[in-house]
């Protein structure tokens, strides 16, 4: 967008002020609203159109910005470098233009061009699944994202879910053409059903381009975290919102899952033995919260079980060393190059280590094992950074 500037003497909240809006990236900044009360008393203040502001609207001579802001940056100078990480609340600033109506709409206009400019999605469908967690995803919707998604002015089309599987279900025939993005407020659960449910249509290949967000208001909230963590947010529901309000994108990998005749499409983890144990086990302490998971590993650790199989990996850099070198491509490896293809309407293998052993250097592990955890992110629960090292799109 061109850099232009804006003056015009306001009241902001009442208060005599000099307001100054920067609509381009001159001198190194986005686009930017700056005000001065009269006197110089107070220190300048400014908000970033694209990390403060949710929504405009102008309303005769007054110009009301709904801002989400760290409760330092409401009353800090905005000579300040870095602001501290704080917790976001929500606020009104509003413009009264002492120049009249005529202000007031040319600053409306030119404050939502700038935010349109951001490429923020105007239209999202909202899976709310009530029985994740501690059964308050409604509570949440409505008393914490729904108030933010207004504010920004989003459409939002609501499914609550009815039983398992009931977002995949409708993931996979959904118009997509009608919205901008997915939300699943929910624990993780949900997000892979809408990954699955994506996947298997006929038309996956555009489908998968849909952005897909998710605010945490499950059990383990894993994705959710991940996300947060990547993009240096707070882990919050209202961050979490606000970040898919201002059209925030992370590309993800996919992993294929083959068990029989069954493909299944993860994108948190995939887990065997102890960890699965306790998180389906666990369902009938799901009561508990996230405590839950804690609770029944430790009962499950007083009574550890043990399970056979082998592994077949190729080592990242500097794990060469690990495990059994595969001497000679065995059905297992074999299976790699045969689920490339898609027997079914959604991909195959597209990417991933090569089955030919002198391209991969495969190796393996032989069990028992107590437990078997692959992570596709860093983060497998709000609590837990099983991975450390994860990286979320090391194939894209």
């Known amino acids: 967008m061109e850099d232009r500037h804006a003056y015009e003497k306001v009241r902001v909240n009442g208060a005599p002020a000099e307001a100054t809006l920067s609509t381009g990236t001159g001198g190194g900044g986005g686009p930017e609203l700056r005000w001065r009360c009269a006197g110089g008393v107070t220190a300048e203040r400014s908000l970033s159109l694209e990390a403060d502001v949710l929504g405009v609207e102008a309303n005769g001579k007054e110009v009301v910005v709904r801002a989400f802001v760290a409760d330092a940056a409401a009353a800090s100078c905005a000579a300040v470098g870095k602001r501290r990480r704080e917790i976001r609340r929500r606020k009104d600033y509003v413009f009264e233009m002492a120049a009249g109506e005529g202000a007031a709409a040319a600053w409306g206009d030119t404050l939502r061009g700038c935010l349109d400019s951001f490429g923020r999605p105007k239209r999202l469908f909202v899976f709310v699944n009530p029985f994740g967690g501690k059964k308050r995803a409604n509570k949440i919707y409505a008393a914490e994202i729904k108030p933010l998604f207004e504010a920004a002015g989003v459409q939002i089309t609501t499914q609550e879910t009815k039983h398992r599987g009931h977002a995949r279900e409708v993931a996979s025939s959904l118009d997509l053409g009608r919205y901008d993005g997915i939300v699943c ?7 892979v059903e809408v ?6 249509r006929t038309d996956w290949k555009e489908a998968v381009k849909m952005p897909i967000g998710i605010v945490p208001a499950g059990t383990g909230n894993g994705m959710a975290k991940s996300l947060l963590h990547a993009a240096g947010e707070t882990y919050s529901v209202s961050d979490a919102v606000f970040a898919i309000i201002r059209g925030h994108k992370q590309s993800l990998d996919v992993c294929a ?10 994108v948190l983890s995939m887990t065997w033995g102890l960890v699965a144990d306790i998180d389906i086990e666990s369902e009938k302490y799901r009561w508990m919260g996230s405590a839950r998971f804690d609770f029944y590993a430790l009962v499950r650790i007083m009574n550890l079980r043990r399970y056979c199989g082998s592994i077949h990996f190729v080592p990242a850099p500097g794990y060469e060393a690990y495990g059994e070198p595969v001497t000679q491509v065995d059905n297992i490896v074999e299976r790699i190059e045969q689920n490339r293809e898609s027997p079914g309407p959604g991909p195959g293998f597209s990417q991933g280590p090569s089955a030919e052993l002198e391209r991969s250097d495969w190796r393996f592990f ?3 094992f107590v437990a078997v955890w692959i992570n596709n992110v860093p983060w497998a629960a709000e609590s837990a950074m099983a991975a450390p090292e994860a990286k979320m799109a090391i194939w894209m």
């Open 185 to 191: 407020v929910s624990g993780d659960g949900v997000l």
């Open 195 to 200: 990954v699955n449910g994506i996947l298997q």
């Open 257 to 266: 899952i083959v068990q029989g005749q069954e493909r299944i499409f993860s």
């Open 366 to 368: 032989d069990g028992p």
